[in-house]
């Protein structure tokens, strides 16, 4: 157990580490060093935070497209992900699969993908083969509001239930999929309830607020370790500040405005948390997490392509 003082530091270095690291991919993209196309997670690190700081190394996680977030909270190497991101040998992938591609064995972080709702399927069947291990450990399935429109959401909540599966949804509920509004896709706001249908507990947790995400998660994780439920399923409400996809902002699309967004950004989680540290141990942790970054991206800056006998190593053919 931390004391609220370790808490929300560790949550800090989590949230401030992660924007760092986004930032600098934003600021990097023009130059054209960044292979892979990125779609930021900035302004929905506390999801992402909230739930990973709750779990243990040997935990499971799988998410989307949109990871770097739970990549790194759960503890996957930073280097090897800048480095994947400029498809270097170095990277976690090999420099094979780009941002939307990250995995990390070490760390149990068993994957992500750029097609809705995929992981969702391999997470069920991890969950299973964890329950059939005896294992203490436990899976998160992290996934957006866009992949609750996908059949395989639905196969995989009703057999997760079915199969009392150790496992844990984190649904990152942003309120877009790509461009379209939830609620110009879904007849109703009732996401939990749909899980409900399922027999599958569920919460929705408001306003992106890490701390009450980091509670719920780790009721759920202390009763899905125990073997006490079947899944558990958590709405969180969250925002994404920048466009679909890609390093800039996108209002003048036209399917949403700068005043949807302005209390999302004023609600910001990182100086929110900032603010409850001790200055000068903030100033520590925000400087320890600066020099991270800055030779993250000098280890990818620096690493090499891989070579051209590697080129049909590794792939599916
Ligand atoms: C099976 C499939 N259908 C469609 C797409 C195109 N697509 C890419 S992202 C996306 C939106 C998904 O939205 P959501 O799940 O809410 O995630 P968010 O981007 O908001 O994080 C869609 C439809 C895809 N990649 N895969
Ligand atoms: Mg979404």
Redesign the pocket.
């Known amino acids: 157990m931390f004391s609220q003082n370790e808490l929300s530091e560790q949550l800090y270095r989590s949230l401030y580490r992660i924007r760092r690291v986004e930032e600098t991919v934003a600021l990097v993209y023009p130059t054209d060093k960044i292979k892979s196309p990125v779609?930021l997670s900035i302004g929905q690190e506390a999801v992402a935070v909230g739930v990973c700081e709750a779990l243990q190394t040997q935990d499971v996680v799988f998410g989307?497209?949109?990871s770097h977030a739970a990549y790194l909270a759960k503890g996957g190497n930073l280097n090897q992900m800048v480095a994947e991101l400029y498809g270097k040998a170095t990277g976690c992938a090999k420099g094979k699969g780009g941002s939307m591609h990250l995995i990390d064995v070490a760390h149990n972080i068993m994957g992500t993908s750029?097609?809705?709702?995929?992981t969702i399927a391999n997470s069920i069947g991890y969950a299973y083969a964890l329950k059939y291990q005896r294992s203490s450990a436990i899976v998160v399935s992290f996934?957006?509001?866009?992949?609750t429109d996908?059949g395989v959401w639905h196969e995989s909540m009703n057999f997760a239930s079915l199969k009392g599966l150790p496992i844990l949804f984190i649904c990152?509920n942003?309120r877009?999929?790509?461009h379209t509004h939830q609620l110009q896709r879904q007849p109703l706001d009732n996401l939990c309830d749909r899980a409900r249908a399922y027999g599958i507990p569920a919460e929705r947790i408001e306003d992106n607020d890490v701390f009450a995400i980091y509670a719920k998660t780790q009721a759920a994780v202390r009763s899905l370790r125990a073997g006490e439920a079947g899944p558990i399923f958590l709405e969180c409400i969250t925002y994404?500040w920048k466009e679909?996809v890609g390093p800039g902002e996108d209002y003048h699309m036209g399917y949403r405005t700068k005043q949807e967004a302005a209390p999302w950004i004023e609600n910001d989680a990182i100086p929110k948390v900032g603010a409850m540290l001790e200055a000068q141990r903030r100033q520590q942790i925000e400087a320890e997490v600066e020099a991270e970054v800055e030779a993250a991206f000098k280890f990818a800056e620096t690493s090499p392509f891989p070579s051209l006998d590697e080129l049909f190593t590794d792939t599916y053919k």
């Open positions: 779609h989307t497209y949109r750029a097609v809705v709702g995929t996934f957006g509001d866009g992949a996908e990152e942003n877009y999929a790509i994404r679909h």
